[in-house]
T-cell receptor
Framework: EPEVTQTPSHQVTQMGQEVILRCVPI?????FYWYRQILGQKVEFLVS????????KSEIFDDQFSVERPDGSNFTLKIRSTKLEDSAMYFC????????????FGPGTRLTVL | GESVGLHLPTLSVQEGDNSIINCAYS??????FIWYKQESGKGPQFIID?????DKRQGQRVTVLLNKTVKHLSLQIAATQPGDSAVYFC?????????????FGTGTLLAVQP
């Protein structure tokens, strides 16, 4: 069964450094999402992406965050200057196309900012 | 209202018993709901979904009930097994821009005792 994959599984970085989290969506899926989950809390929406542009972003997704699909395969989340409070699990999710609402999640990247 | 923090509601059941996990959602206009299972260190895994034009939907060993009057959702797991131990999240579907996003509940930890 096709799955969303994410790399790395764990990223440790120093405060102020840039990180790029990578996701490979399920083939033929057209809609892409990033969510995050701070330890012990619920999953929170960050951003949705369709047709090579952001569809919607949350208040969390400030100017330090960006997304892109650089090569038609990977879907990336960049945090330009990480803060301690960015430490969380980051999940990529994808869905096939219009008329479908079910999102399929990847295993996540654990980001630790020191 | 929703509780946010490190303490998850916990449901402890004996193996073989039926489990019922409850969830309250916030938006009366939400038209689609999903239950996700999250095992430790993994991403949310789709279990079952339901549209707002239905009251009940059954899957393999799982049933979702929707009460739109009180904005309540429940997940019933029949003959609970140790492998069912996980955190269970309900999510409601919101539309914004060209696509949808999921708003997750706080989650319930299901602990199955052998």
């Amino acid at each position: 069964e096709p799955e969303v994959t994410q790399t790395p599984s764990h990223q440790v970085t120093q405060m102020g450094q840039e990180v790029i989290l990578r996701c490979v969506p399920i083939s033929n899926h057209l809609y892409f999402y990033w969510y995050r989950q701070i330890l012990g809390q619920k999953v929170e929406f960050l951003v949705s992406f369709y047709n090579n542009e952001i569809s919607e972003k949350s208040e969390i997704f400030d100017d330090q965050f960006s997304v892109e699909r650089p090569d038609g395969s990977n879907f990336t989340l960049k945090i330009r200057s990480t803060k301690l409070e960015d430490s969380a699990m980051y999940f990529c999710a994808t869905k096939p196309g219009p008329g479908t609402d079910t999102q399929y999640f990847g295993p996540g990247t654990r980001l630790t900012v020191l | 209202g929703e509780s946010v923090g490190l303490h998850l509601p916990t449901l402890s059941v004996q193996e073989g018993d039926n489990s019922i996990i409850n969830c309250a959602y916030s938006n009366s206009a939400s038209d689609y709901f999903i239950w996700y299972k999250q095992e430790s260190g993994k991403g949310p895994q789709f279990i079952i979904d339901i549209r707002s034009n239905m009251d009940k939907r059954q899957g393999q060993r799982v049933t979702v009930l929707l009460n739109k009057t009180v904005k309540h959702l429940s997940l019933q797991i029949a003959a609970t097994q140790p492998g069912d131990s996980a955190v269970y999240f309900c999510a409601e579907n919101f539309y914004g821009g060209a696509t949808n996003k999921l708003i997750f509940g706080t989650g319930t930890l299901l602990a199955v005792q052998p």
